[in-house]
């Protein structure tokens, strides 16, 4: 079955350790998304890719970095510097056509102590 | 600037009760509306989309939608909720030809039997 798989479903580190959250896809999708979820704020962009070796910052990309060495994986790194890590981390994909709905992962929460 | 509004943080209907949840957005140009739903600790999958043509459209699970460009809305709604309904729904808006998507801070249902 084509999807998008996060893993791993929990994650738990200390404060000041990097920690890096994957995503793969194997939809063919040449446009990739991490999205931040905290209650209340509904989806952040923290940082998205068109193809591969190309990636923007979205609206929250401080103490996040990504990379996009092959179409199918998006990998999040949240350093020491992000401030608040503690959250839920949505992974998306969207493919081409019209109209370009994005298809989301089930998710990694982060809880950084 | 593109942005969406979700009035309502919650919302609590019976079951078997119509449901109507409310969504408006701001932006320039035609926009790629969409509906996601959200269990609790899940991905996002989505309900239905709206590109262009009939204003109403109809999605999975016995949802539909209406675009109303003078209102700059896109109302999600079910003639009978289910139990089995409760949970997150988000609005989202795609911008053409970019690649960005703009989500409300969701409307979270409760059903009571």
């Known amino acids: 079955d084509g999807g998008i798989t996060q893993s791993p479903k929990y994650l738990f580190r200390k404060e000041g350790q990097n920690v890096t959250l994957s995503c793969e896809q194997n939809l063919n999708h040449d446009a990739m998304y991490w999205y931040r979820q905290d209650p209340g704020q509904g989806l952040r962009l923290i940082y998205y890719s068109q193809i591969v070796n190309d990636f923007q910052k979205g609206d929250i990309a401080e103490g996040y970095s990504v990379s996009r060495e092959k179409k199918e994986s998006f990998p999040l790194t949240v350093t020491s510097a992000q401030k608040n890590p503690t959250a839920f981390y949505l992974c998306a994909s969207r493919g081409g056509g019209m109209p370009h709905e994005q298809y989301f992962g089930p998710g990694t929460r982060l809880t950084v102590t | 600037a593109q942005s969406v509004t979700q009035p309502d943080i919650h919302i609590t209907v019976s079951e078997g009760a119509s449901l109507e949840l409310r969504c408006n957005y701001s932006?320039?140009?035609?926009?790629?509306l969409f509906w996601y739903v959200q269990s609790p600790g899940q991905g996002l999958q989505l309900l239905l989309k709206y590109f262009s043509g009939d204003t109403l459209v109809q999605g999975i699970k016995g949802f539909e939608a209406e675009f109303k460009r003078s209102q700059s809305s896109f109302n999600l709604r079910k003639p009978s909720v289910h139990w089995s309904d409760a949970a997150e729904y988000f609005c989202a808006v795609g911008t053409f030809p970019g690649l960005r998507f703009y989500f409300g801070t969701g409307t979270s249902l409760t059903v009571i039997p």
């Open positions: 932006y320039g140009a035609t926009p790629y």
